[in-house]
């Protein structure tokens, strides 16, 4: 099944860290760049950040300088560091993942986050 796999979800308390994964089965092919959103209760899914294969990184204005999208070389894997995480960063955050050409999107089942205290 063409589904991403996200992993790291988890409770943290505020300013606290942690890391999310992501990966592409095989037979996802040829991606062109791989992201994170997050969907909050009652809220729309909302961009959180990308990579492509080029390196070149975009970040929503709201996690800029406390988030840090990163992959591996082979672009199957992509994580999110977040830090000094907020009680607004509470929601469900789903991988991305575009593919060159086509653009066919694919997407991972979520995996939750909560900040509280």
């Known amino acids: 099944q063409d589904q991403l796999v996200e992993s790291g979800g988890g409770l943290v308390q505020p300013g606290g860290s942690l890391k999310l994964s992501c990966v592409a089965p095989g037979t996802i092919s040829n991606i062109y760049a791989m992201g994170w959103y997050r969907q909050a209760p009652g809220k729309e899914r909302e961009f959180v950040a990308n990579i492509r294969t080029s390196g070149h990184t975009d970040y929503a204005d709201s996690v800029k300088g406390r988030f840090t999208i990163s992959r591996n070389r082979v672009m199957n894997t992509v994580y999110l560091q977040m830090n000094s995480l907020k009680p607004e960063d509470t929601a469900v955050y789903y991988c991305?993942?575009?593919?060159?050409?086509?653009?066919?999107?694919?997407w991972g089942q979520g995996t939750q986050v909560t900040v509280s205290s």
């Open positions: 991305n993942a575009v593919t060159a050409g086509w653009g066919t999107k694919y």
